[in-house]
């Protein structure tokens, strides 16, 4: 069975630049998370939603960052204007069902903002 | 004080040892916890749920203590593949929107 499917798997870009990173969340899941995760703050929850509704968002950094969920099989983070502190490790997960059920994640995104 | 708090280690563990390490949080109104390991640059995956009244998974045993708050992992029997990062999760539940909280991890190391 797929997993959730992030891309790109790398991106490297310049600041100033937008940044978008996608996800694919499994099939029928119905909760979707984007985490970023770096050294100093470890993982932490930028935004979530359920059947593709943005539910707390309170972990989104600045209006620099942007999340969206068209549809049920895919998701995008946006990053416009991009910082070098935006530089992370960007994760997706989705779950089925409530919060007694585990989270999938993706393998991650790795930003780099030179 | 952060909500969720993990010693980050490493825990340098003899092969064959037990290892045992705690999650402590902030908020009584937690309801759900659970365990990922992380391996270097790879993502997070559950390793297993914690229910009030403790249970196991084979060499790894999760703990409750709500009077106290904190979570604890222990982990039987080392292998060298259990050599990882260690997250707990945290979820609150709301009626707005659950809260859900990862523990920085605590990176355990198993040597020969």
């Known amino acids: 069975d797929a997993g959730v499917i992030q891309s790109p798997r790398h991106e490297v870009t310049e600041m100033g630049q937008e940044v978008t990173l996608r996800c694919k969340p499994i099939s029928g899941h119905d909760y979707l998370f984007w985490y970023r995760q770096t050294m100093m703050r470890g993982l932490e929850l930028l935004i979530y939603?359920?059947?593709?509704?943005?539910?707390?968002d309170s972990g989104m950094p600045e209006d620099r960052f942007s999340a969206k969920m068209p549809n049920a099989s895919f998701s995008t983070l946006k990053i416009q204007p991009s910082e070098p502190r935006d530089s992370a490790v960007y994760f997706c997960?989705?779950?089925?069902?409530?919060?007694?059920?585990?989270?999938?994640f993706g393998d991650g995104t790795r930003l780099s903002i030179l | 004080r952060k909500e969720v708090e993990q010693d980050p280690g490493p825990f340098n563990v003899p092969e064959g040892a037990t290892v045992a390490f705690n999650c402590t949080y902030s908020?009584?109104?937690?309801?759900?916890f659970f365990w990922y390991r992380q391996d270097c640059r790879k993502e997070p995956k559950l390793l297993m749920s914690v229910y009030s009244s403790g249970n196991e998974d084979g060499r790894f045993t999760a703990q409750l203590n709500r009077a106290s708050q904190y979570i604890s992992l222990l982990i039987r029997d080392s292998k060298l593949s259990d050599s990882a990062t260690y997250l707990c999760?945290?979820?609150?539940?709301?009626?707005?929107?659950?809260?859900?909280?990862f523990g920085g991890g605590t990176r355990v190391l198993v040597k020969p």
């Open positions: 997960a989705s779950r089925l069902g409530g919060v007694d059920q585990p989270q999938h």
């Open positions: 908020n009584s109104a937690s309801q759900s």
């Open positions: 939603f359920n059947n593709n509704v943005p539910i707390d």
């Open positions: 999760v945290v979820i609150i539940i709301k009626a707005a929107g659950n809260k859900l909280t």
